[in-house]
């Protein structure tokens, strides 16, 4: 049986760029490691810039069935639950970022 196919498949993924954070991720996730659910809460506004944490609060992060996570969010005033429905990729891909990983299956407001 010949490695062929499978020498294809490893010098097209790492010609392809990635983010360190993707990197690690993934590698941290083979051995059952992730950044801590509190750690993302202690880094909100680091993690979402000032745009996003000034106007929105992290209120909870809950772990659903097919183990991504239902990030909730409380806006500053409810006038902004539309901009930030708006910014919800952005959101999803800042803590997908932070965590290494696609970790986000919903992101819900409170108001």
């Keep these: ?5 499978n020498e294809d ?3 097209k ?6 983010s360190m954070a993707g990197v690690m991720g993934g ?3 083979m ?25 929105a609060t992290l209120v ?7 183990d991504k996570f239902n990030v909730t969010i409380r806006p500053a005033n409810p006038a902004y639950t539309l901009q930030l429905s708006y910014m ?14 696609d970790a986000v299956g919903k992101i819900s407001f409170r108001k």
């Design 88 to 101: 919800s990729d952005e959101i999803t891909g800042r803590i997908n970022k932070y965590f290494g990983y």
């Design 31 to 55: 051995f059952g490691a992730r950044a801590s659910d509190s750690d993302l809460v202690a880094r909100w506004g680091e993690i979402m810039g000032p745009e996003i944490s000034a106007v």
């Design 9 to 11: 498949k490893f010098s």
């Design 27 to 29: 590698f941290l996730k």
């Design 1 to 5: 049986m010949s490695n062929h196919n």
């Design 60 to 66: 909870a992060i809950k772990k659903m069935r097919d």
């Design 13 to 18: 993924r790492a010609a392809r760029p990635q």
